[in-house]
C-alpha cells in the first residue's frame, strides 16, 4: 500500500494518525525536489524513529514507488499538501490503474499559510512559479508575470512560488528585471517567509525596500496584491518595515 503523507508546514504538524502509518511501513521517501525544507530531515527521522530516503524528480516521475507499493507498504512523505504538485496526483492515477492500494493524508500547505498576511483567500486568482533563471545558457523564463497581469485584470491577488535553490536575492532580481521588462505598474509587494514555522516573517513594502532585507531564507514566496478590501489594507500595515514586528 502507498501513503502520501502530507508533512504540514513545520517540523512537527506531521497528524498522529501520519506518525502512525509511517512506522509500519518497511520505506519511507521523502520527496525533495520541489521545495527547500525549513528544517532538518534529521528532525523526522528522530520522530519518526526511522530512515528517510531522498526522492528526486526522476525517481518520483518514474513511478517505481508503485510497483515497490505493490508487496509493501511503502510512505512518499511530501512537504505541505501531498496533492499540490501534478507528479503527485500521476502517482494517485498509476495506483488506480495498476490496482495499487493507497491512501492521501492532507496537511496544510502555504495556501493555507498565507491567509496570515490578512488577504482575503477567496481574493486570489491563478497561482504561479517563478522558475531559476540560467543567463548561461540564456535561460530567462518569465511567462510567470502572464499570470500575474491576468489575475491584475480582474483585480485577484497573485501568489508567486519560488523554484528550489533560488535565494532572495537571485528571485528579486529576476522580479525586478520581469517587470521593468513588461512594464507592469507595481506599488505594493508581499513577502513571506517559512509560514507556519518559528521562522515566518511576513514583509509588505515597496518592492524598491525589498533590497533592503538581506536575511530571507527559503522556502519563502511573494505575492502581489490585487485590489484590497479596507479590512485588508489595515491589516497589511501591522507588517510593513516600520513595524519591525520581526
Known sequence: MLYLIGLGL????????????????????????????????????????????????????????????????????????????????????????????????????????????????????????????????????????EVVKENQSIDAHSLILVDIGLSFESALDELEKTIAKHKIPLTKIIVCQQLGTRGQKIIFCHPSQLTEFKNIHPPFCFIIPGKLHFIEKEFLENFKPEQNLY
Not at 518520483?60 to 503527485?88: C, F, Q, W
Open 10 to 145: 513545520n517540523a512537527d504538524s506531521l497528524t498522529k494518525e501520519a506518525m502512525e502509518l509511517c512506522k509500519r511501513c518497511k520505506k519511507i521517501y521523502l520527496e525533495n525536489y520541489t521545495i527547500d525544507l525549513p528544517y532538518a530531515v534529521q528532525h523526522l527521522e528522530e520522530i519518526l524513529g526511522k530512515k528517510i530516503n531522498g526522492a528526486n524528480r526522476e525517481f518520483v516521475e518514474s513511478l517505481s514507488i508503485v510497483d515497490e507499493a505493490r508487496k509493501l507498504d511503502i510512505a512518499l512523505l511530501v512537504y505541505g499538501n501531498p496533492l499540490m504538485a501534478t507528479t503527485h496526483i500521476t502517482i494517485v492515477d498509476e495506483c488506480i490503474k495498476s490496482n495499487v492500494k493507497y491512501r492521501v493524508l492532507h496537511n496544510a500547505s502555504v495556501l493555507d499559510g498565507v491567509s496570515e498576511t490578512g488577504l482575503q483567500i477567496y481574493k486570489f486568482g491563478k497561482i504561479t512559479s517563478m522558475p531559476r533563471w540560467d543567463a548561461r545558457k540564456n535561460f530567462t523564463p518569465d511567462s510567470f508575470i
